[in-house]
């Protein structure tokens, strides 16, 4: 079975300073996305960064990257100068890929990011 | 182009009720999912559609929940009869099998049970 594990639950960034969120995954399959999603108080879920499992090089949006480790399983999140919009949950989450189909899009629990003016 | 809408935004009735909830994907996601979030929590796979066909419902309390998705476009959930601990925020997400694998999600019903 797929699991994500987030373990902090919490995190607190000065602003303009730089963050890293820890995500570990486990899958048996070769071929999967690990994502990073950012879930503000309204609600909305929304993509932040997306990581393929054949891609060496980590994946990188303006603020945002990602340490890749598929050796480890390890899929952290690192934002660089923290802004108040930042504030939010994130959730880890990962998809595998078998034959012609698709598994299920499973999440971690979440990590709070509180960002401090 | 719309993203996923739900309705009802919110939604408070008292236990031992029926609840449904309506979810319309983006136009043209084969991949539908649903998911049930408790506050403080990550989203909990209740069951996933490709297309009109329930390829995974293994986390669905089938005594209770039921859902359909006609003609694989939009979907409804439904809890009969409502218990205290459904009490939850209840999301829809859709995505194109593949591709870019991204899930778009709506903006989530949170159900209150009293």
């Known amino acids: 079975a797929q699991t994500v594990t987030q373990s902090q639950p919490e995190m607190s960034v000065q602003e303009a300073e730089t963050v890293t969120l820890s995500c570990t995954y486990d899958?048996?399959?070769?071929?999967?996305?690990l994502f990073w999603y950012k879930q503000p108080p309204s609600r909305q879920m929304i993509l932040v960064i997306r990581?393929?499992?054949?891609?060496?090089q980590n994946a990188t949006e303006n603020r945002f990257s990602v340490n890749f480790q598929k050796a480890a399983k390890s899929f952290s999140l690192k934002i660089s100068d923290s802004q108040l919009g930042d504030a939010a949950m994130y959730f880890c989450a990962c998809i595998h890929f078998y034959g012609g189909s698709q598994g299920n899009l499973i999440f971690g629990k979440g990590t709070k990011l509180s960002v401090k003016p | 182009e719309a993203g996923v809408v739900q309705s009802p935004r919110y939604k408070i009735i008292e236990k031992k009720q029926p609840v449904a909830f309506w979810c319309n994907p983006i136009?043209?996601?084969?991949?539908l999912y649903w998911y049930r979030q408790n506050l403080g929590q990550g989203p909990e796979l209740l069951i996933r559609?490709?297309?009109?066909?329930?390829?995974?419902d293994s986390q669905l309390p089938k005594d209770r929940f039921s859902a359909e998705r006609l003609k694989g476009v939009d979907s409804t959930l439904k809890i009969q009869p409502a218990e205290l601990g459904d009490s939850a925020v209840y999301l829809c997400a859709s995505s194109l099998v593949r591709a870019s694998a991204e899930a778009f999600f709506g903006q989530g019903t949170r159900l209150t049970v009293v």
């Open positions: 990581q393929e499992a054949y891609k060496q």
């Open positions: 136009s043209g996601h084969n991949t």
């Open positions: 559609y490709e297309n009109e066909e329930a390829v995974d």
């Open positions: 899958t048996s399959e070769s071929d999967y996305y």
